[in-house]
């Protein structure tokens, strides 16, 4: 597995990362010790990134990855996150609300050090800007807990570029986590140029538009109530039915490469920049040797540019929530 340095950063990590939300979180429930394979298999793979939360679950997520990781303390980067709301009842949850105030970021981090059996922090995310706390605190929060040893390095999520530039004039941002695929390029604009201009890596989420682009999604597929995409605009039929031209694409391309679809999108989005380090979410050997192999798919000026130029008059229908 090629490694890649999130930015300016001395952190080094796999080219590609591994989400783990869904082993723990949303649909379908999944066997504990079938997942803690799945991750020993991963690593001996060659994945060395891997992307967890509190509210994932929530905690149930960490402990998962912090039990399966233990016996590779050390050989692999556990990116974990703070910034929600902790209802009494069920713990942190987007619903109940944000809270990155320095003394939760505190709390959290030592809770998540637990969880996730490790005596530092590699990559601690801030989940969602807080408007109610002054990113200037967040990153003081951070960079206090980084000179304590409890953490290694600072990440956001979701932020704008206003707020990355605040947030780093503070503490250095070691990577933003933003959405970002061949579907959804709003960061384009302004926000991949300040990651550019201030040496910070880029980790997408939902690098495969949350399975759309693996071209295996069609207007029969359902969802269950807890899958997100069962309220996702994307995802409605009328939409899966017009965005196929997306996926006509990537199939097109494929078949020259001999690769799949969900190859193409990746290999497209490790083509971009050198620092960007895609983290598609996986439950299967299948899928994860599928996504793998994109590293090894090289996409060409020309190809680039057939795909950039089809993309132009491409509009894609839905929003992302």
Not at 115 to 125: G, P
Not at 239 to 251: G, K, Q, S, Y
Not at 252 to 258: C, G, L, N, S, Y
Request: contains cysteine.
């Amino acid at each position: 597995m090629q490694k890649r340095k999130l930015g300016n950063s001395n952190l080094e990590v796999s080219a590609l990362g591994l989400g783990c939300m869904r082993m723990s979180f949303g649909d379908r429930p999944t066997d504990k010790n079938e997942m803690i394979a799945f991750l020993h298999t991963a690593v001996e793979r060659g994945v060395t990134f891997f992307d967890t939360a509190e509210v994932y679950g929530p905690f149930t997520n960490e402990a998962l990855v912090g039990e399966a990781l233990e016996p590779f303390r050390g050989k692999v980067v556990i990116a974990t996150k703070f910034g929600f709301k902790h209802d009494p009842e069920k713990g942190p949850h987007p619903s109940v609300g944000l809270d990155s105030r320095p003394e939760q970021i505190r709390r959290v981090a030592e809770a998540s050090l637990r969880r996730l059996r490790v005596e530092a922090i590699d990559l601690f995310y801030q989940h969602r800007p807080d408007p109610n706390v002054p990113i200037e605190d967040v990153a003081g929060a951070v960079k206090d807990l980084i000179q304590a040893g409890k953490v290694k390095h600072f990440g956001l999520s979701e932020s704008g570029a206003d707020l990355i530039r605040r947030a780093h004039a503070v503490q250095p941002v070691t990577a933003l986590q933003s959405e970002y695929s061949l579907w959804w390029r709003n960061i384009e604009a302004e926000i991949l140029p300040t990651c550019e201009e201030l040496g910070i890596g880029l980790v997408p989420y939902s690098p495969l538009g949350r399975g759309y682009l693996t071209g295996k999604i069609d207007e029969n597929t359902t969802y269950d109530s807890s899958d997100i995409r069962s309220r996702n605009p994307r995802f409605t039929p009328e939409a899966i039915r017009a965005n196929r031209v997306v996926v006509d694409l990537l199939e097109r391309i494929a078949a020259q490469k001999r690769a799949t679809p969900a190859q193409i999108a990746l290999a497209w989005l490790l083509a971009q920049k050198p620092w960007i380090v895609p983290i598609p979410g996986s439950r299967k050997l299948e899928r994860l040797d599928e996504n793998l192999g994109s590293a090894n798919v090289v996409l060409k000026p020309d190809d680039l540019g057939e795909i950039e130029n089809a993309m132009s008059q491409i509009s894609v229908v839905g929003g992302r929530y």
